[in-house]
C-alpha cells in the first residue's frame, strides 16, 4: 500500500499569498498517477488536479501541480478567499487507492 | 452534466448490514469510459476508498475492486435498469461512522484489473452513523 504523507498540516496565508503544499509518497507513484482535491466543510471534494499536473475542467490557472517518483507539490499562486479550505492528495497507481490526511488552509 | 447522488440509511444498528445507492444522472453506468466508486470519510477525519467497481458488459471485462482492509464486508453491485450502484458494507461497526460519497472513476481502465482512475465528480455524500 502506498501511503501519502502530506504537510504541512495545516498552512496560514492571508489572501493574495502564495501557497505551497506537499504530498511525499512512501514508494515511487508510477506514470504520475497522483490526483489532487479541495474540500470546504460539508461538501464533497472537489477535482483539482490529475496526472500530477493536469488541471481538471473549469479549475483556474492559479491552481497548478508538479512533481515525480515520491514528491508532489499543489501551488495556489495568489490566494482567494474561496480557496480556503482542505486539500488532499490522492494517489491511483495500485490497489488500494490512497488519500493523503489532508492539509488545512486557513486565512492568517 | 453528469451528477451522482446517494441515498439509504442514516442510521445503522451495530452488526447489521449498511446499504447506500448511487443514483446517477447525465451518464449510463454501463458506459466504457468510467468505473464507479464508493470513498467514506469518517467525521473530522480524512478520506477512504472503499472501492470501485466497472460494468460487467464493458470492454473491460467489468469487475469489482475492495479495498483489502474492508474486502471481506463488502459488496458492489450495478442495476443498468435504473443506471445506480450499490454499496453493501456487512457486520458493521461504530468504526464504520462517516460520510459515505459515490463518485465517477476517471482515467485508464485496464481490462480485467483496477486500472488507474481519479474521481470526478463526487455526490453530495450521505452520513451513516453506526448506533444502537
Redesign the interface.
Known sequence: ?IVLTQSPGTLSLSPGERATLSCRASQSVT?N?L?W?QQKPG?????LI?GASSR?TGIPDRFSGSGSGTDFTLTISRLEPEDFAVY?C?Q???????????TKLEIK | QVQLQESGPGLVKPSETLSLTCSVSGDSITSNSYSWGWIRQPPGKGLEWIGCIIYTGSTYSGGTYYNPSLKSRVTMSVDTSKNQFSLRLDSVTAADTAVYFCARGSGQLVPAAIGHTWFDPWGQGNLVTVSS
Request: net charge neutral; no cysteine.
Open positions: 500500500e506514470s498517477y490526483a482535491y461538501q464533497a471534494p472537489r477535482l490529475f481538471a488532499y490522492q491511483y497507481a495500485g490497489s488500494p487507492y490512497t488519500f493523503g490526511q489532508g
